[in-house]
């Protein structure tokens, strides 16, 4: 009774991680426009602050 589920549930997890990775990749080559929305976060969280 359980085994779909725990098939259902590993395939989305594997997609998920599938789309992750795509995203990852994607930044990567993109470089600049990551490196300029990853700097400016902590340094608005401490203005937050």
Known sequence: MK???VVVAITLT?????AASLLIIVGTRKGAG???LNAPTPQQRAHMV
């Open 14 to 18: 594997a997609a998920i991680l599938v």
């Open 34 to 36: 990551v490196s300029t």
């Open 3 to 5: 085994s779909p589920v």
